[in-house]
């Protein structure tokens, strides 16, 4: 059955194939052409003033994992104490052995440990404005907007909770608007994937064919990519090439998270993507937490994407095998990629405000607590541990 792709991409597909409208942008048109408009307050699209919010934490424990080739950290923000877990093996021979226990008895851990990886993609800051909301809840209880958030502090405070809000700090940095909202095709384009030399915007899936994005070829490098040119989401992974991808799977390998999310934008409404090179049953569990997350979503009158059906790797080519394939195999977490809508201008993309962005951001971690607290819950009781039971998940 042919994998069904989310709109954006086969809009995006259609403006590739005709060369007639391949667009052609100039970085000081990108720059006139950013909306006139005021970000609202809880807005966050800049990595400058991270570190001092980070010095800031009360109930957090904050750690630098990485610097980026612009001399950028990447700090892990965690909440909940690491629990000791015997470890025998990593996760790929584990699996060899034919029990992943050796790598980590994750049912004897008395919370789940759920893992939040922050746009890899610099131009994809919902993921970080909603990290950031996410932290100041469990900090005060409150989001970005001074909203008390009840339970999205409850759930999270029966997790350990680990946070990378910004995975490619460089090219966040490097994105002027701050935010994709109100933006025709061409214009977000451009910030998202650059430009050829020629000024002809490095449409998908072009924009992929060389990589790292250096050398003659290349006009304005774009936001997917750090200050070396490589998209974190599709490095070496086997031989690095970038330090962002490795930091987050080193913290993946040490801590055996349950559940993991690469968070990404896009035009269309939200959607929960099926995982690339994970067993079925992998991506059968992400396929209900995207249900869970959809009903959420539609509760409260938000939009939703539909659900992915599972479905074995085939094709020529095939799927790639990006960051989150590597985060299941580095550490058997069930891991997939979160898009949000960015809010494109145009008919035919997910129309929605600031306010909508945050609360799409906020339904979705509160769908993951609650389905990693009743998963776990689950996992205890099959296996006899102490403390399974009901999960009272509301």
Request: hydrophobic share 40%.
């Amino acid at each position: 059955m042919k994998k069904a792709r989310p709109l954006v991409v086969l809009l995006l597909a259609a403006a590739t194939a005709a060369g007639a409208e391949k667009p052609k942008v100039t970085y000081d048109e990108a720059r006139r052409r950013i909306p006139v408009r005021s970000l609202p307050a809880f807005w966050i699209g800049d990595v400058a003033d991270l570190p001092g919010r980070w010095a800031k934490l009360t109930r957090a424990e904050v750690r630098r994992i990485a610097v980026s080739p612009g001399g950028r950290p990447l700090h892990l923000i965690a909440y909940g104490q690491k629990e000791r877990c015997p470890r025998h093996a990593n996760f790929n021979s584990a699996i060899g052995g034919r029990d992943p226990t050796a790598y980590m008895d994750k049912a004897s851990r008395q919370k789940p440990v759920v893992y939040f990886v922050g746009p890899v993609h610099g131009h994809e800051v919902e993921g970080l404005t909603g990290l950031v909301s996410l932290i100041q809840v469990m900090e005060t209880g409150r989001d970005l907007r001074g909203r008390a958030q009840p339970e999205l502090r409850r759930l999270g405070d029966r997790c350990r909770l680990l946070i990378v809000p910004a995975g490619n700090p460089d090219g966040i940095a490097r994105f002027e608007p701050r935010a994709i909202h109100g933006m025709p095709l061409d214009v977000f384009q451009f910030w998202a994937m650059g430009t050829w030399s020629d000024d002809t915007v490095a449409m998908w899936p072009d924009s992929k064919r060389q990589h790292p994005r250096t050398g003659p070829r290349v006009g304005y490098l774009g936001c997917y990519f750090n200050d070396a040119g490589i998209n974190p989401m599709h490095d070496e992974f086997f031989v690095p090439m970038g330090p962002e991808a490795p930091a987050i799977l080193k913290v993946a390998m040490q801590e055996g998270p349950d559940l993991a999310v690469s968070l990404h934008s896009h035009g269309s409404a939200p959607a929960l993507l099926r995982p690339a090179y994970v067993p079925l049953e992998v991506q059968d569990e992400v396929r209900r937490l995207a249900l869970r997350c959809y009903g959420l979503l539609e509760k409260r009158g938000l939009p939703r994407g539909g659900a992915f059906r599972p479905a074995p790797e085939q094709g020529n080519p095939p799927a790639p095998f990006n960051l989150v394939s590597a985060l299941y195999h580095i550490s058997g977490a069930t891991a997939f990629t979160f898009e949000c809508p960015h809010g494109v201008a145009g008919e035919k993309y997910s129309q929605v405000t600031f306010e909508q962005i945050l609360d799409i951001q906020l339904t979705l971690y509160e769908a993951m607590l609650q389905h990693a607290v009743e998963e776990h819950s689950r996992l205890q009781a099959a296996n006899g541990l102490r403390g399974a039971g009901s999960p009272t998940v509301r």
